[in-house]
């Protein structure tokens, strides 16, 4: 089974698309079969990461209708293994999709036949980008060192959290003190660890389902554009914060040093890991690769012993 990992965070510029484009590529180089997807719908520029022009063939082709398989609309890059879905000829509209649109790309993006399929999020909190970015239990948050920066995060990751708990309590019938607590949650009047108080008060009987949904989510987090004059230990006080105040695993997996030869490799079309394979940049992305996938491996084992208990 593929392992589905969107990349996302509420910041706009913060480094999602080339941490997206690093990871694939050396996943890639590590014989993993991966294909990128580009989902940031609308202001997609993923193949420039990559090092590809923007492709003929691509997602618009599944959206047209022109094919029905999203697997025929990746294209191969300069890196053996690496695939690309591009969706820079989508119209305009793209931006806005429907929900039955939407659904259906979830649903193709969860039959890719890949070792890894990466997805390319737009910044921001909108639907579109939180359904997706929920495709899987397991998420991926790039942020850098600014405040704003984790400020942000912090608010998708909670944003995240309510989106699950809307859609859970579509599912199953909830108290409606409790459905308000939700969008109380939502307009800020009320913290997520109260949103769970309020399930043990008001359907005690549903905490077990509520946990259980909420313990499954992997978040992996990512501090790039770090420089030297930044608090190394940024991403773990994140991590340890996160894990305090919401009821999933968060792991930190490391920090991305800032270099201007990132800046230089987007002008030149190239990919930075390809181009300038022995920066720190690189190196660090290199150690980042192997960190998610032990932690992918360790998730997948937990999840198989969890499923072999239940049987
Ligand atoms: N490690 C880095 N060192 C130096 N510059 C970087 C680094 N990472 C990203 N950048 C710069 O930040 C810019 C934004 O990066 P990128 O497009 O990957 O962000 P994004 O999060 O995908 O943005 P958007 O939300 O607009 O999709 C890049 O054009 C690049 O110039
Ligand atoms: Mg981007």
Redo the contacts with the bound molecule.
């Keep these: 089974m593929s392992q589905i990992l969107p990349i996302g965070?509420g910041?706009?510029?913060?480094?999602?698309?080339?941490?997206?484009?690093g990871l694939g590529a050396l996943l890639a180089k590590q014989r993993k079969r991966v294909v990128l997807v580009d989902l940031?719908l609308g202001?997609s520029?993923?193949h420039t990461?990559v090092g590809v022009k923007p492709p003929d063939n691509g997602l618009h082709r599944f959206m047209e209708k022109s094919v029905s398989d999203l697997e025929l609309t990746a294209v191969p890059t300069l890196i053996p293994n690496l695939f690309l879905i591009s969706s820079a000829q989508c119209s305009m509209e793209i931006a806005n999709l429907y929900y039955q649109q939407k659904m259906r790309i979830i649903k193709a993006l969860q039959t890719l036949p890949y070792d890894y399929v990466l997805l390319?999020?737009?910044?921001?909190t909108s639907f579109n980008t939180l359904d997706i970015f929920l495709t899987s239990h397991f998420g991926i948050m790039?942020f850098?060192p600014e405040p704003t920066s984790v400020e942000n995060t912090i608010r998708f990751i909670r944003t995240v959290y309510l989106r699950k708990l809307k859609l859970l309590m579509k599912k199953h019938s909830f108290h409606s003190a409790v459905k308000d607590s939700v969008d109380q949650a939502h307009r800020g009047q009320l913290n997520t660890p109260d949103v769970i108080d309020r399930v043990l008060r008001y359907d005690p009987e549903k905490e077990a389902l509520l946990r259980g949904t909420l313990a499954r989510f992997q978040f992996s987090m990512i501090l790039?554009?770090?420089r030297k004059i930044n608090d190394a230990a940024l991403g773990e006080k994140l991590q340890i914060v996160c894990n305090r105040h919401f009821y999933s695993d968060f792991e930190f997996l490391g920090n991305?040093?800032?270099?201007?030869?990132?800046?230089d490799s987007?002008n030149l079309k190239k990919l930075?890991v390809h181009k300038y394979p022995y920066t720190e940049?690189a190196t660090?992305l290199k150690g980042i690769t192997q960190q998610l996938v032990s932690v992918c491996r360790t998730k997948r084992q937990l999840q198989a012993a969890n499923h072999e208990k239940l049987q």
Excluded: E, P, W
Aim: charged share 20%; hydrophobic share 40%; proline share 0%.
């Design positions: 965070g910041k706009g510029g913060a480094g999602k698309s080339f941490v997206t484009a940031d202001a520029n993923l990461m390319d999020l737009g910044a921001g790039v850098t790039n554009q770090f991305i040093g800032y270099d201007d030869r990132v800046h987007i930075f940049t660090d």
